[in-house]
């Protein structure tokens, strides 16, 4: 059996731009000609690849073949850069997916430093970046998940250190004898998101007990911290993100003997590409100089 690369190509577009009626403008074909590719692929393989929904999506087995169309265009395309007949066409775009964290903090300065390539950021907490991998969505990720996905190679990239803090009067409120797990049952709390677990991971490790105390959600790393500084609530912080904060007096540490630590890892498609090796190179790189 073999596989036709204007059929995958078709496939990606499809699922890139949400309708076979999109993937034609995008590649400048009918709509009938993006249909035809679609169903003799799907006829090939005696399996359905499209959701044919509004957008349209990829199913289990479409995502396999969206994945390797991807890996095939980075690998055409450095060919071709390589032979000196690239055609000029744009910059090469690296879809990557990062948490909200790190992208706060020191993935933009260590991607300027690979000026050559344009970036396409998904934003999704550490524990569940992996599923736009498995997707074919991004070709690589910081996750905190260190067991390579199938396909991908991982390598290490450090720990971000997080840690308990509050505004003062927060703290003086609500933590007068310090962070007791009877505190901590009644204190308000701000959490990213409902994927968000960095909280209560803190809260077992520091009580042994499931604890549901309020929630406020700020979906947004910046705003996250304003919330902390502004009193809404407590949460657990990385240190490189908040220094200023905290040498300013507008926030203190609730439980300096107890940081959490969130290693992270690097996952990226095992494809034999400079362009992944070199940001995976510059990431580490970066990584080493602030993570632990």
């Known amino acids: 059996m073999e596989l036709q690369l204007d059929q995958l190509s078709t496939l990606?577009?499809?699922?890139?731009?949400?309708?076979?009626?999109?993937?034609?403008?995008?590649?400048r074909i009918t709509p009938s000609a993006v249909s035809q590719?679609?169903?003799?692929?799907?006829?090939q393989l005696g399996?359905?690849?499209?959701q044919r929904s509004k957008p349209v999506r990829a199913t289990e087995s479409g995502q396999v073949l969206v994945r390797l169309a991807r890996q095939f265009a980075v690998l055409e395309r450095e060919a071709f850069e390589a032979l000196g007949a690239g055609d000029g066409s744009g910059r090469t775009v690296v879809p990557l997916v990062v948490n909200a964290d790190s992208l706060a903090t020191w993935i933009l300065p260590a991607l300027a430093r690979v000026p050559e390539l344009s970036f396409e950021l998904h934003l999704e907490d550490q524990d569940h970046s992996t599923v736009l991998l498995r997707k074919g969505t991004v070709m690589a990720a910081v996750t905190s998940e260190p067991e390579a996905v199938q396909g991908c190679i991982v390598r290490p990239l450090g720990s971000m250190?997080?840690?308990?803090?509050?505004s003062p009067a927060f703290a003086e409120r609500w933590f007068p004898e310090g962070p007791t797990p009877e505190a901590l049952a009644v204190a308000p709390m701000v959490v990213f998101d409902r994927k968000d677990e960095l909280q209560d991971r803190y809260l077992r490790l520091r009580t042994r007990r499931q604890l549901h105390p309020p929630r406020n959600y700020?979906?947004?790393?910046t705003d996250f911290v304003e919330a902390v500084v502004l009193g809404l609530g407590w949460a657990a912080l990385p240190g490189i993100q908040v220094e200023g904060r905290l040498a300013e007096g507008l926030l203190v540490e609730l439980d300096p003997g107890h940081p959490v630590d969130v290693p992270l890892y690097w996952q990226?498609?095992?494809?034999?590409?400079?362009?992944?090796a070199d940001v995976a190179d510059t990431l580490s790189r970066a990584a080493a100089e602030l993570l632990r």
């Not at 590719?37 to 006829?43: N, P």
């Not at 250190?161 to 509050?166: I, L, V």
């Not at 498609?269 to 992944?276: D, G, K, R, V």
């Open 47 to 50: 399996r359905v690849l499209l």
């Open 218 to 221: 700020v979906p947004a790393s």
């Open 161 to 166: 250190q997080y840690r308990a803090m509050a």
């Open 12 to 27: 990606a577009a499809v699922v890139d731009n949400g309708s076979f009626e999109n993937a034609a403008r995008a590649m």
């Open 268 to 276: 990226q498609w095992a494809l034999e590409s400079t362009m992944l």
């Open 37 to 43: 590719r679609i169903k003799s692929l799907e006829q």
